[in-house]
T-cell receptor
Framework: DGGITQSPKYLFRKEGQNVTLSCEQN?????MYWYRQDPGQGLRLIYY???????QKGDIAEGYSVSREKKESFPLTVTSAQKNPTAFYLCASFERGNYGYTFGSGTRLTVV | DQQVKQNSPSLSVQEGRISILNCDYT??????FLWYKKYPAEGPTFLIS?????DKNEDGRFTVFLNKSAKHLSLHIVPSQPGDSAVYFCAASLNNDMRFGAGTRLTVKP
């Protein structure tokens, strides 16, 4: 059963810590994306990757980092430089010729 | 700079009536438009889409209308059902780049 798996579902971070959110897909999609959702803000693009070993900054990339070493995996690291990391994070994948993104179930990150 | 706007944060409709959700965009280069439905603590799921070469697309109870001159699209749900209660996101796409609106929370009352 193809899809996108995000883990963990809930994550708590202490001030000054880096945390990594996992995103794995078995859809064989080339493009993968990370979005952040805040109340009243919709979905804002953090980073995206069109192909392995390549990625681009989105609208709100500051304080985040990504890697794309494998087609199936696109982990997002929330660094201590991100001043307001508490949010709901969504990973998505997309395949050319098949409009519409496939989203994961999300990770809720809370700073404690 | 919000390129896609949903100006109504919430909408309440009686079961059986029509729900109309609106969306405006600023970039005339967008060539594909989509609506997603989202329940709390879940990822959005694709609902319906429309290409910029069309002005209407229908799928069961859901119809999307596109007015390119006004840079406006709308989603009609007829008849509305309580299970339709969710947040609806409008999205506009150019190549592989997609921009989302802030969402509209639809509540369908029994």
């Amino acid at each position: 059963d193809g899809g996108i798996t995000q883990s963990p579902k809930y994550l708590f971070r202490k001030e000054g810590q880096n945390v990594t959110l996992s995103c794995e897909q078995n859809l064989n999609h080339d493009a993968m994306y990370w979005y952040r959702q805040d109340p009243g803000q919709g979905l804002r693009l953090i980073y995206y990757s069109q192909i392995v070993n390549d990625f681009q900054k989105g609208d709100i990339a500051e304080g985040y980092s990504v890697s794309r070493e494998k087609k199936e995996s696109f982990p997002l690291t929330v660094t201590s430089a991100q001043k307001n990391p508490t949010a709901f994070y969504l990973c998505a994948s997309f395949e050319r010729g098949n409009y519409g993104y496939t989203f994961g179930s999300g990770t809720r990150l809370t700073v404690v | 700079d919000q390129q896609v706007k949903q100006n109504s944060p919430s909408l309440s409709v009686q079961e059986g009536r029509i729900s109309i959700l609106n969306c405006d965009y600023t970039n005339s280069m967008f060539d594909y438009f989509l609506w997603y439905k989202k329940y709390p603590a879940e990822g959005p799921t694709f609902l319906i889409s429309i290409s910029s070469i069309k002005d209407k697309n229908e799928d069961g109870r859901f119809t999307v209308f596109l007015n390119k001159s006004a840079k406006h699209l709308s989603l009609h749900i007829v008849p509305s059902q309580p299970g339709d209660s969710a947040v609806y996101f409008c999205a506009a796409s150019l190549n592989n780049d997609m921009r989302f609106g802030a969402g509209t929370r639809l509540t369908v009352k029994p």
